[in-house]
């Protein structure tokens, strides 16, 4: 079975720019969340889909939005990129009961 | 709203001895769940161990092992004959089991683990 794969890997963007990343979750997983990893924040929720529908959203600023589509592989966007959104995002898929979350690799955003 | 802590931003072990990662959380909650995950330097995050709130069994994990308090709301994680392979940051993280998941985890901030050859 295919893990949790995230597109791309590694993504260098302007101040000001949006950036899409991309997860696809392991085959029959229905959940999907989101992580953002930074040195000084650790790891923080950003949010969680489920059947195409957000369930929860963390903490962060409208700038960050995301979406499920019916194959449940997930996108988020960040829009009008700043310097302090560089990080190692992270997606994780949940099984079942989702109860476990399987992390993909991350895609490493830098904003210069 | 809940917290974890982890109170060892580094340990160092060496290779073949048990080290001990401590992990405290904070919660109101009666029922959830805990885990340990080790993020190696691909960044990929592992699944190392999970614990049911409910169970009063510690889980184990072949070299693997917690020590789970609830009452203390303490849950460390213990590593037998530690292995060079075993380097890596460990979190410790917490997710509520009512909501079916839509919380997300909470993570507390790492502990960097040195296995000394």
């Known amino acids: 079975k295919a893990g949790v794969t995230q597109t791309p890997r590694y993504l260098i963007k302007t101040r000001g720019q949006q950036v899409t990343l991309s997860c696809s979750p392991i085959s029959g997983h229905r959940s999907v969340s989101w992580y953002q990893q930074t040195p000084g924040q650790g790891l923080q929720f950003l949010f969680e889909y489920f059947s195409e529908t957000q369930r929860n959203k963390g903490n962060f600023p409208g700038r960050f939005s995301g979406r499920q589509f019916s194959n449940s592989r997930s996108e988020m966007n960040v829009s009008t990129l700043e310097l302090g959104d560089s990080a190692l995002y992270l997606c994780?898929?949940?099984?079942?009961?989702?109860?476990?979350?399987?992390f993909g690799q991350g895609t490493r955003l830098t904003v210069v | 709203a809940q917290t974890v802590t982890q109170s060892q931003p580094e340990m160092s072990v060496q290779e073949a001895e048990t080290v001990t990662l401590s992990c405290t959380y904070d919660t109101s909650e009666s029922d959830y769940y805990l885990f340990w995950y080790k993020q190696p330097p691909s960044r990929q995050m592992i699944l190392v161990i999970r614990q049911e709130a409910y169970k009063q069994q510690n889980a184990t994990e072949n070299r693997f092992s917690v020590n789970f308090q609830k009452a203390a709301k303490s849950f460390s994680l213990k590593i037998s004959d530690s292995q060079l392979g075993d380097a890596a940051m460990y979190f410790c993280a917490y997710r509520r089991r009512s909501g079916g998941g839509a919380d997300g985890l909470t993570f507390g901030k790492g502990t960097h683990l040195i296995i000394q050859p």
């Open positions: 994780a898929s949940g099984g079942q009961t989702n109860t476990e979350a399987f």
